[in-house]
C-alpha cells in the first residue's frame, strides 16, 4: 500500500476510535462537571466546563494517537 494510502488508513482508523472514545468520556464529563458543582449555567460555569472538556480530550487524544501510531508503525514494519 502507498504511503499516502496507509496515512489514510491510520487517519480513518484514528478518527474512527476517536469518535467511538469520545462520545462516552463527553458523557462522563459532564456528570462529572455537575458531581463537583459545574452546572453550565453561568457564562463562568461554561468556561469551566470548556477547559475541563479540553483537558481530558486533549490528554485522551495524546494517549489514543500514540497507541495507533505504535500499532501502524508495528504492522508497517512486519509488512515491510
Not at 2 to 8: I, L, R, T, Y
Not at 20 to 44: K, Q, R, W
Not at 47 to 67: E, H, P, S
Amino acid at each position: 500500500m502507498s504511503s499516502k494510502g496507509q496515512a489514510f488508513k491510520e487517519a480513518v482508523s484514528d478518527t474512527a476510535l476517536a469518535f467511538l472514545m469520545n462520545v462516552p468520556i463527553g458523557f462522563a464529563i459532564i456528570e462529572f462537571a455537575n458531581l463537583i458543582g459545574i452546572v453550565a449555567t453561568t457564562y463562568e460555569q461554561n468556561i469551566q466546563l470548556v477547559i475541563l472538556q479540553n483537558i481530558v480530550f486533549t490528554t485522551v487524544a495524546i494517549i489514543r494517537k500514540t497507541y495507533v501510531r505504535l500499532y501502524f508503525a508495528k504492522k508497517m514494519q512486519k509488512s515491510g
